[in-house]
């Protein structure tokens, strides 16, 4: 049943994990009529979605035509990976010192939840979950820019690492994923910094092109 609140953010979320999970052919124009049939909702909230899914680098508007999905290729998970590995160890790095108890509780709490809905999620929920924990992680920093920035570096490594990986991906895989957030966490809790830095570069290497 949609949600009556927003009907943009539910178009968007369900549109974007069936672009996540290969639904949609790369080589075929989506149209705003093909959404609008297909979630029973007005223009409106579907062009609005459209238009945020381009803005975020997932979709390319084609004036006439529709929108195309944007084609990543293995040199460029190598860069969105690459820049993240250059900055959000230097950003924990830099505000180290920032780290409380009550934000260590908080992240606990989430890594715990996370370990327990890994057992049943799916790819697409995988990554929901790791880009909560590297978010929750940039919030220490208090740096408003840099989170949404990185929130939208995040969307664009799933978008390009899914093109080139989702059938490689299955259950055993996604479960062990969330052990370099608890080696994070673990490593933050008793102030090895050289540690947490090295755990969390190799959190961000596990997405990488299938060989």
Aim: glycine share 2%; with cysteine; net charge negative.
């Amino acid at each position: 049943m949609k949600p009556s609140a927003n009907l943009r953010e539910y178009v968007r979320q369900e549109l974007l994990s069936e672009l996540l999970e290969g639904k949609y052919p790369r080589t075929i124009p989506i149209t705003e009529k093909q959404l609008i049939e297909k979630y029973q909702v007005s223009k409106s909230p579907v062009r609005d979605a459209l238009i945020e899914l381009c803005s975020e680098g997932i979709l390319q508007a084609l004036p006439r035509y529709g929108y195309m999905i944007v084609s990543y290729t293995p040199g460029d998970i190598t860069n969105i990976s690459n820049f993240r590995r250059f900055t959000e160890p230097r950003y924990m790095d830099y505000y180290w010192e920032k780290f409380t108890s009550e934000q260590l509780d908080s992240l606990e709490a989430l890594v715990r939840r996370h370990e327990e809905a890994s057992l049943s999620s799916t790819p697409v929920e995988h990554w929901q979950m790791n880009s909560e924990f590297h978010l929750a992680l940039a919030s220490v920093c208090q740096d408003p820019f840099y989170s949404q920035i990185l929130r939208q570096t995040l969307q664009k490594h799933i978008v390009a690492f899914s093109q080139f990986y989702w059938d490689y991906w299955n259950r055993e895989s996604i479960r062990l994923f969330p052990a370099h957030h608890r080696d994070i966490l673990s490593c933050i809790r008793r102030q090895d910094r050289s540690a947490a830095l090295e755990a969390l570069e190799a959190d961000i290497a596990t997405f990488h092109i299938p060989v």
